[in-house]
């Protein structure tokens, strides 16, 4: 069963049909991460990329890697596959995933996420869970979906969220969490 629901692509304002349950239309959860640098931890370098989906409102922004979480999937497993396919970089350690075999109803993954952004305006509304890791590799874009794949350092990140018109809503915000975390010295 699918429902209704209107958002803005490219200033236009379309209806698109949207998953439904219990007659109330889905939200379905989105996996970012914010991925540093495993080569070059003193630096605090991490993972961005620009949007390239023909038609997408938010095509030329730049946000971190993420996408709609599957079922079936972990959320470490989302972004691992997530960040290898936008970006080709390799993560090796999703952080704040703990996994809960002990119950009789089967497996359970308590996650502690680095924080939670809700997007209740633009495309669609998403509930964007944010998980910190650790990646290593070369940037690179995938055809059709990402280009600018790159590091960048923490300190010049922070300069660079100012253009709020550059960014993917969600990911500045999730972007801007860290930079305090780190700039305040509870840093990761």
Known sequence: MTGREWIEVEGV???????????????????????????????????IQRR???????????????????????????????VEEETGVAVSFVEGIRTDRTGTSGERVVVHPFVVVAGVRGGFPAAHLILTAVGSGDPRPAAGETVDCRWVDVATLRDELADVDDWVPSSRQA?????ETVFSGSGM
Do not use: C, K, M
């Not at 219990?22 to 370098?45: F, L, T």
């Not at 972007?175 to 930079?179: E, M, Q, R």
């Open 13 to 47: 304002r379309t209806e698109i049909a949207v998953p439904v349950s219990g007659g109330e239309n889905v939200v379905i959860p989105v996996v970012r991460a914010i991925v540093r640098d495993h080569a070059n931890r003193s630096e605090g370098r991490v993972l």
């Open 175 to 179: 972007l801007l969490a860290y930079v």
């Open 52 to 82: 390239d989906v023909d038609g997408e409102s938010v095509r030329g922004r730049r946000e971190i890697p993420g996408g709609r979480w599957q079922a079936g999937e972990s959320p470490d497993e989302t972004a691992i596959r997530e």
